[in-house]
């Protein structure tokens, strides 16, 4: 990637809405060759979609817990058991596989405590090889992105 590359994610990250012609013309680039970055970038897999960011409280799921997940087997054939089941549980925002004292970090939103409450015992300690958990309520969402920031300087030196 380069220059105009970051550039172009930068901009398609802050407002992935833009117009072709808008685009184009903060990058310094025709349409033609803007369209073809874009796709070259989609097709390698570096813009893996669009999407619309929406409220999680107009969306009845601000409520959030975070829940460490120690299992009983680690084996490959165990986590992706684990990991293919995480996939199918809407109210599991992320699930990340952690090196110490427990195996997987899991964001979880929901409505409120009383609907966690309800997706613990009915999903989530029903995971293969879930052992313990321990449950962390979110206070204040001070920070939340779930996108990467892209650089806007150029490649490396």
């Given at each position: 990637m380069d220059r105009i590359d970051l550039r172009i994610l930068a901009?398609?990250?802050?407002?992935?809405?833009?117009?072709?012609?808008?685009?184009?013309?903060?990058?310094?680039?025709?349409?033609?060759?803007?369209?073809?970055?874009?796709?070259?970038?989609?097709?390698?897999?570096?813009?893996?979609?669009y999407h619309a960011d929406l409220d999680p409280e107009a969306m009845d799921a601000g409520h959030i817990v975070i829940v460490q997940v120690l299992l009983t087997s680690t084996t490959a054939h165990d986590l992706r058991r684990f990991n293919e089941a995480v996939m199918r549980i809407a109210e599991i925002q992320s699930c990340h596989m952690i090196a110490g004292d427990f195996d997987y970090l899991?964001?979880?939103?929901?409505?409120?405590?009383?609907?966690?409450r309800r997706v613990m015992g009915e999903k989530i300690s029903e995971l293969p090889c879930v052992k313990q958990t321990h449950t962390y309520v979110v206070m204040e969402n001070v920070k939340d992105e779930s996108g990467v920031p892209v650089p806007v300087r150029g490649p490396g030196p």
């Open positions: 901009e398609l990250q802050a407002n992935a809405r833009l117009s072709l012609v808008e685009l184009s013309r903060r990058v310094g680039l025709t349409k033609t060759p803007c369209a073809e970055r874009i796709r070259r970038l989609e097709k390698a897999g570096v813009i893996r979609g899991l964001k979880v939103r929901t409505r409120d405590i009383h609907e966690y």
